[in-house]
């Protein structure tokens, strides 16, 4: 017993003194030891990889399946929450404390998150329901680079697939709420701060108005809107900054049945249709519409119009063959 416990101490100490470990403690100041380099380790796993069957064309296609089904269903879930969610965000904080649509799209990827972790456990049991078997694949040939990458691809193609998807939540979503929102908020805060001037005295053939107030998108198209809905076609258009925060519009117009300039006695009527729009921009849009809606309907009942015509001529003429 004493013998073998010499010969085991004897042997630990001989290989102690040839490991790296005792020469990198006897080298002192230099500090020398022996590794593995980065080529040994690459030669190794070609030999390794070299011994390993390759896997089957069946084991591949359902090692991609499985690694893409489940991306699909996180793409979707991830984009359809985070669509809705950033919707829903930019709807109601991002009009109450003015937030981009881009910032309540970084909000709404909080949520998309948080519904990947916790749903991430089904999301991965989807090849099983869909009755994707397993790939039957070893764990050496898991480690091969062909097995790799083809599970990272499958989970790319899956992710890209899922958030096309959920893109299709777009057509759902009112995208144009969140703008008219804002655009409303922001007419309420500023329902004093806009100056209109209409004027016959500048130009003998048109009506020059000039507008100013906050640079706020959509206004310069409401504005436009509720001009042509009203009767007057617009000839010039131009605007410049008077201020940090003021621009200044300047519209010239006629009367769309006349080509004249408005009469005076009308001034004091346009000035205040434009006022209202500057106030409640979304009736012109609404308006415009409207108008739109009207002209689609006018259309289909002047088709069907046609139509009748054409039956009860057919109706008033008989046509008695020869025998």
Avoid: W
């Amino acid at each position: 017993m004493h013998s073998l416990r010499r010969s085991l101490i004897s042997a630990t100490s001989r290989n102690f003194a040839t490991s790296p470990c005792s020469r990198f403690v006897r080298g002192g100041a230099s500090r020398r030891y022996k590794s593995t380099t980065s080529a040994d380790a690459r030669q190794l796993a070609e030999e390794v990889s070299n011994a390993t069957p390759l896997p089957t064309r069946p084991q591949l296609k359902r090692l991609f399946l499985r690694a893409a089904i489940p991306m699909v269903g996180f793409g979707f879930m991830d984009q359809s929450v985070m669509l809705h969610a950033g919707n829903a965000i930019d709807c109601t904080l991002g009009v109450s404390f003015g937030l981009s649509t881009l910032t309540a799209a970084a909000f709404g990827q909080f949520f998309s998150d948080s519904a990947g972790v916790l749903f991430g456990g089904a999301l991965e049991r989807l090849a099983t329901v869909f009755g994707i078997p397993s790939s039957g694949l070893t764990s050496a040939q898991r480690a091969l680079p062909l097995v790799r990458r083809l599970r990272v691809l499958g989970g790319l193609a899956g992710v890209l697939l899922g958030c096309s998807l959920g893109l299709l939540n777009l057509l759902i979503i009112d995208t144009e709420r969140s703008p008219i929102l804002k655009l409303r908020q922001f007419s309420q805060e500023n329902e004093f701060a806009f100056h209109i001037e209409a004027s016959n005295s500048e130009r003998d053939d048109a009506t020059v108005l000039t507008v100013r107030g906050p640079d706020v998108d959509g206004f310069l198209a409401s504005l436009t809107s509720t001009l042509s809905a009203n009767g007057y076609s617009l000839l010039e258009l131009s605007a410049k900054k008077s201020g940090e925060d003021v621009i200044e519009d300047v519209f010239v117009v006629v009367k769309m049945n006349t080509r004249e300039q408005v009469p005076d006695e009308e001034l004091d009527e346009l000035a205040q249709t434009l006022l209202e729009a500057t106030r409640s921009p979304l009736n012109a849009n609404a308006f415009k519409e409207k108008v739109h809606g009207l002209e689609d309907e006018n259309a289909a009942l002047r088709s069907r119009l046609h139509r009748l015509e054409g039956v009860i001529r057919k109706s008033q003429i008989d046509i008695v063959a020869s025998n």
